[in-house]
């Protein structure tokens, strides 16, 4: 278990005290999705946008902290804006050998297949804040340091990164003034000095009443570019503090203020900024108090959705506890990692022996809800879990609209014998149609039950997943080759679970893993096809096609859409195609290509139905 029993306790103290306020703020009959985690305090958001999905960059505020005691970074992500999975903590103290405290407000940035998180430390040797860059292949980390020393110190935080449309990337901190660096392409140096961003009231509004801070800006830059436009967003006026946002034509100035984002709000005393576009629709994400036991030292990451206005301008927006609606849809047919959460109640997570992470330290009435879970119209009919007890296990019950909404299904769990000794339980389910909130409320006797690794529903009126080991845990059995290639199991590239699979020695863009689904195909079906996939070397488009022989003609249908695939990360193709022939279908061949090149490819937790 990652966090002492003590902790645990304080926690349960502080849920309990909170009952009353819980049921006022978060009503169970809507209940809230903001802060997005539950599990601990966040605080200081940097979203990243990356292969389709969001990746969520926070601090964390120790548990009962009277200071910003903050030791580690944290890391969630989702591609639908409700549904965050938690990766754990990449990057801490313990990355920079010369830092001594103060896991600050950092951001990520994504370059050269790389993944840079600039943070601000405070520094062993001097005792002054400093800036160092953690590095990474994988949106997810591990991330290493970069330079074994500072980039820049100047006893002032909170860093934002920003890359320009001509390549020229600018490094941003400060608090009380604001400067930044002209950070050369490798990201971990600059040119140019350290310059000062002239901090006047026409650009950054105008504070009264404190004399050496005329102006609003207080720290947590956020500098982006929107049509043509560069927005500095920050945290003004402390303390409490608001969001306020400046503009400007270039990225150095002269920067002109232009109001509030956010008013103050909330429990906590500051707030900080961090701004993307993802599938169409913009999001503010903040922080507040909003966790029961939270405040000024224990804070939480929330976001909103918002529309920029004509001009450009940014809404005021206030904090809610429902966050922004679903962007996307959520699939219960492939396998789900438990710690892929909308809202939860008394659990945590920890890392696991199969790989990622688990929940944990589930008790009786605990639960986890899924938002949003497209069951489609044949429904689901059954469910598996992936679950280990040192006890005597408990049941998971799956409920719909509340943790006490409709029973679906109830799955047995036994004890394992270690927490982290893994079996799976499947029970069969019914009512489970449509697009439905999902909870899985856990039941049990007293102290801590059982752990739950992932998930996955069988069934969706389509006769389920077709694919035969679609999570790739059997190793290859069920796959083969679609021309030139060799097929492996790999078990230090995973998408999900302990192994992936992957190819080797292609000779042809179309040479790829390959399963024949001919006797599982109707004609004139609608199928929903979903592929992780990750390439061994290049940066090739990958898709999926169907290969269909009928009356002695191949014809070759587009599964997905083709989306550019890495080595540092993994890529979701997932799309929906009619499938139809004329005449005798003879042979069904779905596999996975890239658009041009033979670099190796992974591929796991694969779908079709
Ligand atoms: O989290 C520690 C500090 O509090 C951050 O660096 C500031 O932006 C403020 O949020």
Redesign the pocket.
Known sequence: MPFPLRRRVVLSILWALSILCVSVLFPPAARADNPIVQTIYT??PAPLVHNGRVYLYT?H?EDNSTY?T?KEWRVYSTSDMVNWTDHGSPMSLATFSWAKS?A??GQVTYRNGKFYWYV?VTSRASGRMAIGVGVSDSPTGPFTDALGKPLVENGE??PTVFIDDNGQAYLYWG?PNLWYVRLNTDMISYSGGVNQIPLTTAGFGTRTGVANRPTLYE??PWVYKRNGLYYNVF?AKCCS?FIGYSTSTGPTGPWTYRGTVMPTQGSSF???PGIIDFNGSSYFFY?NGALPGGGGFT?SVAVEKFSYNADGTIPAMNMTTTGPPQNGTFNPYVRQEAETIAWSSGIETEATSEGGRNIANIENGDYVKVKGVAFGSGGATSFTARVASATSGGRIELRTGSPTGALAGTCTVPGTGAWQTWTSVSCGVTGLTGTQDLYLRFTGGSGFLFNVNWWQFTGGGTGGNLLTNPDLEQGTSGWQVNGSGTLAASTSVVHGGTQALGITGRTGAWNGPAQDVTSRMTNGKSYATSVWVRSQSGTPGAKATLALTANGTTSYLQLTPAAPVNASGWTQLTGTATVSWTGTLSRAVLYVETTEGTDGLYIDDASFQ
Request: aromatic letters at 10%; zero cysteines.
């Open positions: 605080a200081d601090g505020d910003f903050m103060d600050w407000a601000p935080i909170d608090n720290e947590g945290a503090e500051t707030n900080h922080h804070r």
